[in-house]
């Protein structure tokens, strides 16, 4: 059964402060995933069940069995498939109309340009911090926003990075965020599928123009404690990828 865009966002167009053109902005936005482990798939569903209308996956990984436990739009015979492919079908299953471009290699310095550009929100769902600084000083070089998000053990992190600054490593500059692997901590599926879902929460709001984005701000949770926080930084002076002055 095929359904209209007009169902679909239904609920969204209900609330208090929606307008008359969010559904057809939302079918003519345009939003980079990279990354398409636990982060990417929560994300993705999310905007494209909503009704994002285009998306591109960046991810140069095969499905494996240890990522099913939180990598969600994966099933067991996509074992050993690109992620991009067998992500792009299940969300084609869920939305049929969107437009899903796929790439199956890792970003770097060089592709960045060339495959994010013309986009109008990334979604970091990486997990290395090499990723993360090419990511934070695509948005500072091209203004376009990047949301920010990682999740490791039972504890998850998003934040958005918009205009310029403060940028992620005014964050983090003086002590990057650690590559630490989940395969040596460990994850809580639900904790990362909940930091892909906040994300997906702030790239709509980014493209609908609405509400209070977590820019300059990080929100964290713990869930082992039952604890969220948001946390607001500002513009570190001197920094390198956005030149710190506020
Ligand atoms: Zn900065």
Redesign the pocket.
Known sequence: MVITDKERVRRLVSLPDAKASWAERLRQSRVAMVGMGGLGNASAAYLVAQGVGHVILVDPDQVDGHNLGRQILFQPPDIGRMKVDAAKERLQQMAPEVSVRTEAVALDGDNADELLSGYDVVVDGSDNWATRVILNRFS?RQNIPVVFAGAIGYEAQVSVIKGG??????LF?DTPLADQNCAVMGVLGPVVGMAGTIQAQEVLKLLLNTGKPLQGRIWTYDAYRGISRIVGFP??PG?S????EA
């Open positions: 500072v600054r403060p940028c992620l490593e005014c500059g513009t570190r920094c990828a956005c030149g710190g």
